[in-house]
């Protein structure tokens, strides 16, 4: 029986499984961004929408990218899905442990594309649908929101997997979540981690990594989502505050952290 574009994929990945070492020059690849939230009116009007502002963290020269509104049941095929070297998986206003038809059929396509050894890169609500989807579970923070500028700790599995980079013991990231990991599929290990939650960053493997964090936010995104949440008592004024605040405390490091999602997602590093 022959096999199906995905299987392919998995079989020619496993061919090529080692990573190319830190600093080698990348060819032209091909991503999808599986966007889980719409898009809102501030983002749309000022960035054009959040597939641009992913592509503004992560897109490099002479790449191809493409987005799919898995939040309204767009998902590639599995023949489309085998053209694509990488994955990212946005945010979303949703819940990753909620079971509404699209999100299963995003943990659906996630073990597909884990199968095939695609790599895929979840971001807040997409660092934990990863985690449900590879056999971890989520839910609630038991500490509440985290909105804002917070300092993520990396372990030293991180500073092994990122050697090249040099890791500080810091790496600040704006934040805007209430749910969180709970805990890590079967192999998987810790990346970072925070005051607030255990669970900053994980890897599964070479090719599958969540960040709770928003590492393609810009201050203006985090408070315009924050205010519209306070018009609609989702949130306290005093988070806002605080979310406010954080940003006198201290920046996001969002190069380093650009250098971070694109040499995971574009396998351009070399654990150690």
């Keep these: 029986m022959g096999m199906g574009p995905l299987e ?22 091909s991503y999808a ?13 000022k960035y054009g929408g959040y597939f641009a502002v992913f592509r503004a963290l992560l897109e490099e020269d002479g790449e191809s990218w493409r987005v799919y509104r898995a939040v309204g049941g767009e998902l590639p095929t599995d023949a489309e899905a085998a053209g694509f070297d990488g994955f990212v998986i946005s945010g979303s206003c949703s819940d990753a442990h909620g079971d509404e038809p699209w999100i299963l059929d995003l943990v659906g396509l996630i073990r597909r594309l ?14 934990q649908i990863l985690c449900r989807a590879l056999g971890g579970r989520t839910g609630r923070s038991t500490k509440g929101w985290d909105i804002g ?34 805990e890590l599929p079967a192999g998987a290990e ?24 928003h590492p393609e936010y810009s201050k203006d ?37 650009k250098k971070v999602c694109r040499g995971f997602l574009k396998g351009r590093l070399q654990a150690l």
């Design 221 to 257: 995104i985090l408070m315009s989502i924050a205010d519209r949440l306070l018009r609609h008592n989702h949130i306290l004024d005093c988070q806002v505050d605080v979310a406010k605040a954080s940003f006198d405390v201290r920046q996001p490091d969002k190069e380093l952290w």
């Design 149 to 182: 500028v917070s300092c993520i700790h990396p372990t030293a599995a991180a500073a092994r997997l990122f050697a090249p980079l040099k890791l500080p013991v810091h790496m600040p990231v704006i934040e805007f979540h209430h749910d969180e990991v709970w």
């Design 33 to 45: 961004v599986l966007q889980c939230g719409e898009d809102s009116e501030y983002v749309r009007q």
């Design 190 to 213: 810790v990346l970072a981690r925070s005051d607030q939650t255990r669970v900053e960053m994980f890897r599964l493997g070479d090719r599958a990594m969540g960040v709770q964090g």
């Design 8 to 29: 392919n994929a998995a079989s020619a990945a496993a061919e090529s499984a080692a990573l190319p070492e830190a600093g080698a020059a990348s060819a032209a690849g």
């Design 114 to 127: 884990h199968a095939a050894g695609k790599r895929i890169l979840g971001v807040c609500f997409g660092h």
